[in-house]
């Protein structure tokens, strides 16, 4: 069917890397790096890590927040889609992640645009909040625990700029998210998926991207 979106099966899927991925080679290596991490599942894909730059660069965006670096392939694909004077602030409670990633910051030439920010990211935003931030952001991406994603959007919701924009991970969760919640995870992304579409403060596309990519433009 032409009007809806395709599933791709593998031979699918390698034509559109092969058709279209764009790589820094700094990039490549944090992917081949973390391939055999037993959490390598985490790190999102290159093709999102591409559209995530392309949307960065769309909108010129300049201060940007990252909730969940893991080993820092979004980070690192944001970051090269930033001007030489952009910043992202980078959220994470783990080091021993994040420090894999670092290497490949360097490696790119991006790490000085990288403000690596250790702690729970609620208290990492609200203190941004305090220190009188809101509204000063272009883009948000959220993609840490899934529990927290309303807390995170709230927050990101009052730190980006009319017109800046929240790209929220894993909204469709393997598919879960259509059938009956059996975890917290998954309630916890349904409700926010619910809220979301009747959400006024926003402008909204959820993507099937990868493992579904909500985009909300703050109005
Ligand atoms: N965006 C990453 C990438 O592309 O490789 C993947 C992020 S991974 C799915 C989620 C990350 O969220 C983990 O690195 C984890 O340590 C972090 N995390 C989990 N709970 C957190 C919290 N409360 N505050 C900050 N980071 C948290
Ligand atoms: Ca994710």
């Given at each position: 069917?032409?009007?809806?979106?395709?599933?791709?099966?593998?031979?699918?899927?390698?034509?559109?890397?092969?058709?279209?991925?764009?790589?820094?080679?700094?990039?490549?290596?944090?992917?081949?790096?973390?391939?055999?991490?037993?959490?390598?599942?985490?790190?999102?894909?290159?093709?999102?890590?591409?559209?995530?730059?392309?949307?960065?660069?769309?909108?010129?965006a300049r201060r940007t927040i990252e909730i969940g670096v893991f080993t820092g392939y979004s980070a690192l694909s944001v970051a090269l889609a930033l001007p030489a004077h952009g910043r992202l602030l980078a959220c994470d409670l783990n080091d021993a992640y994040t420090r894999i990633g670092q290497p490949y910051w360097e490696q790119a030439g991006v790490a000085d645009r990288i403000e690596l920010c250790l702690g729970p990211a609620l208290e990492t935003l609200d203190a941004r909040l305090a220190g009188g931030e809101a509204g000063l952001y272009d883009f948000a991406f959220i993609d840490a625990d899934k529990v927290s994603y309303d807390g995170y959007y709230e927050r990101c919701l009052q730190l980006v700029r009319s017109g800046g924009l929240i790209a929220i991970d894993n909204t469709l969760w393997s598919g879960q998210v259509a059938a009956p919640a059996t975890t917290d995870d998954t309630a916890a992304l349904q409700a926010l998926n619910t809220k979301l579409h009747a959400d006024q403060r926003i402008d909204l596309s959820l993507l099937p991207l990868s493992d579904g990519l909500t985009l909300a433009r703050k109005r």
């Open positions: 069917m032409a009007n809806r979106t395709l599933e791709l099966d593998d031979t699918l899927y390698q034509y559109v890397l092969d058709h279209s991925i764009r790589e820094h080679p700094a990039q490549t290596a944090l992917r081949a790096a973390t391939a055999s991490h037993p959490l390598a599942r985490m790190q999102i894909s290159p093709e999102q890590g591409q559209f995530m730059a392309l949307l960065v660069k769309l909108m010129g």
